[in-house]
């Protein structure tokens, strides 16, 4: 079993920033995908970024267009935290964020492919 919490959501005004974070119990995650996840109002729920396991042979991280450049992950694996620093907010990233575990190694930006979610932080961002 493992328990995702979420922090770091809020309020910031167009091109602030925050600091997202996401802490595991149960089992390290080294060997997991952690994938952050949003769903804007009235929208479904869309991939942000994942971290690879340490296992994958590929790039470690990985962004959606729209975030690239803005968004950056990050870990501390004492900590059993992944953390997600976004930069040059905008409107259009207001969301409630998850974060999400994926124990098969397949490293997937699909929804479905993630077994663990955490309950989700608010982001608001306001001109």
């Known amino acids: 079993q493992v328990q995702l919490v979420e922090s770091g959501g809020g309020s910031v005004q167009t091109g602030g920033s925050l600091r997202l974070s996401c802490t595991a119990s149960g089992r390290t995650f080294s060997y997991y995908t952690i994938g952050w996840f949003r769903q804007a109002p009235g929208k479904e729920r869309e991939f942000v970024a994942r971290f690879a396991p340490i296992t994958w042979s590929g790039d470690n991280t990985y962004y959606r267009n729209s975030v690239k450049g803005r968004f950056t992950l990050s870990r501390d694996d004492g900590k059993n935290t992944v953390y997600l620093q976004m930069n040059s907010l905008k409107s259009e990233d207001t969301a409630v964020y998850y974060c999400?575990?994926?124990?098969?190694?397949?490293?997937?930006?699909?929804?479905?492919?993630?077994?663990?979610w955490g309950q989700g932080t608010q982001v608001t961002v306001s001109s």
């Open positions: 999400a575990v994926d124990r098969s190694g397949r490293s997937s930006t699909l929804e479905r492919s993630y077994d663990y």
